[in-house]
C-alpha cells in the first residue's frame, strides 16, 4: 500500500490518483464519488448508508460501477471486508 495523501493537494490531483487505481474500496465519502463519476470500478462501505445509496441491496443507480459493501453488525467489518476481496479478485 502507498500512502499518497501528502501528494493531493486538490480534487485534480485526487482525480489523478483515482485514475491510476484499478479498483477503490472507500467509506462514504467525496471520493467514493469521484470514482463513480469515473467510471472505476469501487465499494462504499457503511452500516447506515446516506440515503443515496438506498436501504438495502449492493447496487446504486448514481454509480453502475459502485457496489455497496454494507456491514450487516455495526462496527464489524469483517463481512464487508470479506466481500471487498471478492470483488477486487473477480476484476484481477
Known amino acids: 500500500m502507498i500512502d499518497a495523501a501528502s501528494q493531493i493537494a486538490d480534487w485534480e490531483d485526487t482525480a489523478a490518483a483515482v485514475w491510476l ?11 467514493v464519488h469521484v470514482t463513480g463519476a469515473m467510471g472505476k470500478p469501487d465499494g462504499a462501505a457503511a452500516f447506515a448508508p446516506d440515503w443515496r445509496w438506498r436501504a ?31 470483488s477486487i479478485a473477480a476484476a484481477a
Open 56 to 86: 438495502e441491496g449492493e447496487a446504486t443507480p448514481w454509480s453502475p460501477s459502485m457496489r455497496l459493501l454494507r456491514q450487516t453488525r455495526r462496527g464489524d467489518w469483517s463481512d464487508a471486508l470479506v466481500r471487498a476481496r471478492e
Open 21 to 31: 487505481l484499478d479498483h477503490a474500496i472507500t467509506v462514504d465519502n467525496a471520493v
